[in-house]
């Protein structure tokens, strides 16, 4: 039931995004114009990650949660550095985990592309071909989902990355990095 409540939900965001696009194979212009659409909407729609993700509109009178205090996410060139560097190394080194094979943390790979952030955030994916699949599996951890919808982020960074391996079990990573500028 889970599942489908959150498929259901980023279905409502993605219905109110007129989403006329598939990220598995777009450009790096059209990732993020998608990307854009399909965080905004979900930031818009997603009343919170308690129990399951709940549409705003259907939350229920009486919610303090119909008034949305999530600013919009926009695109920084430096969060989507940052994204694709970590992107890369996983698909690399087939080690999918928030702790880069070299040690970094999200911190350290943000802090080397001179982005200067108040907060920083980071949710990964493997495994899902499309952008919104990969959506749909950070709302059904609440975490992931917490990170997405957590108002002080401000700007995002994304990267889809295709593993050259024929072994990796995996063979598409998501990296997405949040971030508020100082």
Partial sequence: MRALCAAGALGV?????AVPVRADDAPDETLRALADLVLNGVREQIAD????PRVLALAGPGTAALANPRPPLRWNPQLGEAAARHGDAMARTRLFDHVGADGSTVRERVDATGYRW??????????????EEAVVGWLRSRSHCAAL???RFTEFGLARTESTSPNDAYGTYWTLVLGRPR
């Fill in 13 to 17: 965001a993605l219905a109110t995004a």
């Fill in 49 to 52: 990650c308690e129990g399951r």
């Fill in 149 to 151: 919808l957590d108002p």
């Fill in 118 to 131: 108040q907060v920083i955030g980071e949710n990964l994916a493997a495994g899902h071909p499309r952008l």
